[in-house]
């Protein structure tokens, strides 16, 4: 069996940071991590893309984090983070984690969900 552990939410004031961390955590063996993400969902909207890495390290940001937002990995850990800056009210959201990955078989899996609330 194989998951995805988030942690770092929280509330924060506008203008502050949080970083999200999730790993991948499991007892089968796991050939390779091809993608890693974080999307989010905030009250009655639908889930959007946050931003992405690959495993080559090739990122891809939603237009309303660029500049603001970093993700990243650690590849030996097989984990992901994302640090946010300049929070803004409208990143209040539930962030989930995602990632496709190479085991058996090929697996999509996501987190838990963490909630992330800015207030203004």
């Known amino acids: 069996q194989v998951q995805l552990v988030e942690s770092g939410g929280g509330l924060v004031q506008a203008g502050g940071s949080l970083r999200l961390s999730c790993g991948v955590s499991?007892?089968?063996?796991?050939?390779?991590?091809?993608?890693m993400g974080w999307y989010r969902q905030a009250p009655g909207k639908q889930r959007e893309l946050v931003a992405a890495?690959?495993?080559?390290?090739?990122?891809n940001y939603a237009d309303s984090v660029k500049g603001r937002f970093t993700i990243s990995k650690d590849t030996a850990k097989n984990t992901v983070y994302l640090q946010m800056n300049s929070l803004k009210p409208e990143d209040t959201a539930v962030y989930y984690c995602?990632?496709?990955?190479?085991?058996?078989?090929?697996?999509?899996?996501w987190g838990q969900g963490t909630l992330v609330t800015v207030s203004s």
């Open positions: 890495i690959t495993s080559g390290g090739s990122t």
């Open positions: 499991g007892s089968i063996f796991i050939f390779s991590v091809d993608l």
């Open positions: 995602n990632a496709a990955l190479q085991a058996h078989r090929y697996l999509e899996l």
